[in-house]
T-cell receptor, first 112, second 119 residues
Framework: DTAVSQTPKYLVTQMGNDKSIKCEQN?????MYWYKQDSKKFLKIMFS???????INETVPNRFSPKSPDKAHLNLHINSLELGDSAVYFC???????????FGPGTRLTVL | AQKITQTQPGMFVQEKEAVTLDCTYD???????LFWYKQPSSGEMIFLIY??????QNATEGRYSLNFQKARKSANLVISASQLGDSAMYFC????????????????FGQGTILTVHP
């Protein structure tokens, strides 16, 4: 069984479009994250939710809006996509705030 | 300032030999955790090993060991008996503060080191 899953795995879209990436974890973890990996492979945190509450928002443009309907899900909606949004987006989860992260397989977003 | 620094953009090792990947960190928090992840060309992030700041012994997981030198703020990953499948990008990461700390559990990553294992 997949522990942290993301859909879609690949997303190709035009500039200006709106898109969503979904994430689900079946580990029973109460903290979930979105990370962005750029073309140079640098990983940077975007958001973190703990028990459905937003606790980290790392100066991400307002065009990015996370939503956590429940502890097991954390979705990422992106409005008005720009070329610079092209990256791999990783969802991750952890048990509480003092443990390591379990990552999803990533979603490769390409904005044309 | 960089919190996690990996100074080796790329490393090469012969199959069956050991290799050390360097990682230094910067924090004033007495409670922190250090992690290593592997990212093969397929793209997934694979957790390898964890070291807590209060752990007295170096962490080991199979062929992976973490050479933790607290005073020097270094947490180097040692891979013994390298295999072709070890070729990947390796990331060092740090979590500052324990539960309830202000980092809220986030990991800060280094720039990564690409390891290539030659047959």
């Amino acid at each position: 069984d997949t522990a942290v899953s993301q859909t879609p795995k690949y997303l190709v879209t035009q500039m200006g479009n709106d898109k969503s990436i979904k994430c689900e974890q079946n580990l029973g973890h109460d903290t979930m994250y979105w990370y962005k990996q750029d073309s140079k492979k640098f990983l940077k945190i975007m958001f973190s939710y703990n028990n459905k509450e937003l606790i980290i928002n790392e100066t991400v443009p307002n065009r990015f809006s996370p939503k956590s309907p429940d502890k097991a899900h954390l979705n990422l909606h992106i409005n008005s996509l720009e070329l610079g949004d092209s990256a791999v987006y990783f969802c991750a989860s952890s048990q509480g705030l003092a443990s390591g992260l379990f990552f999803g397989p990533g979603t490769r977003l390409t904005v044309l | 300032a960089q919190k996690i620094t990996q100074t080796q953009p790329g490393m090469f090792v012969q199959e069956k030999e050991a290799v050390t990947l360097d990682c230094t960190y910067d924090t004033s928090d007495p409670s922190y955790g250090l992690f290593w992840y592997k990212q093969p060309s397929s793209g997934e992030m694979i957790f390898l090993i964890y070291q807590g700041s209060y752990d007295q012994q170096n962490a080991t997981e199979g062929r992976y060991s973490l050479n933790f030198q607290k005073a020097r703020k270094s947490a180097n990953l040692v891979i013994s008996a390298s295999q072709l499948g070890d070729s990947a990008m390796y990331f060092c990461a740090m979590r500052e503060g324990g539960a309830g700390g202000t980092s809220y559990g986030k990991l800060t990553f280094g720039q990564g080191t690409i390891l290539t294992v030659h047959p």
